[in-house]
């Protein structure tokens, strides 16, 4: 028997808490997550037919983390032509989205979620893929699109982009 591609309610029902759980942690806030998470499927809608079997969810990581990148690269782009150095960004302190999910977003500490939005995008997606959604190098490589090198490049640079943003809050030795 043919494979079969699942029902569209089956994909967003097994899938779109872990869709926009990435994509809030990609962007950084509610709006833009539930945005990124709609696009997503209409992505995915557009495309299930010509999906090849595989690993289905890696598949939405690539979808969501490359939506994700060429948003952040056409906003990039916007902005140095109409706005200049000020990217005009507010931290978003609202809710969390749904219920089910509060847990999660408010135990990823604003400063934490502030030190990722700093990140270049392309370091953001390695290190929120490898270190929120445990995502092998390999997986990222193959979602990303790029060489392991790479991959394990950008997760070492994001990696110290953030210890640097978050030494304020460790502990001092020896007392004040």
Not at 14 to 19: I, L, M, Q, T
Not at 34 to 50: G, H, M, Y
Not at 99 to 117: I, M
Not at 124 to 140: N, P
């Amino acid at each position: 028997m043919p494979w079969q591609p699942p029902t569209w309610e089956e994909i967003v029902r097994e899938h779109s808490a872990r869709v926009y759980r990435l994509a809030y942690r990609l962007t950084g806030n509610k709006q833009d997550a539930e945005d990124l998470t709609q696009e997503t499927f209409i992505r995915v809608f557009r495309s299930l037919s010509s999906y090849t079997p595989g690993t289905f969810e890696g598949w939405l990581h690539r979808i969501t983390t490359n939506l994700f990148l060429d948003g952040a690269r056409r906003k990039k782009r916007i902005r140095m032509e109409a706005m200049g150095d000020d990217d005009g960004h507010v931290a978003d302190t609202g809710d969390f989205g749904r219920p089910e999910r509060g847990y999660e977003h408010a135990n990823l500490d604003q400063d934490v979620q502030k030190a990722l939005d700093a990140l270049r995008p392309e370091y953001r997606a390695a290190v929120v893929l490898c270190d929120i959604e445990g995502l092998s190098y390999e997986e990222i490589a193959v979602t990303l699109g790029v060489k392991l090198g790479t991959v394990r490049s950008r997760i070492h640079r994001a990696r110290a982009q953030l210890r640097d943003a978050l030494e304020h809050l460790a502990p001092t030795r020896g007392g004040a």
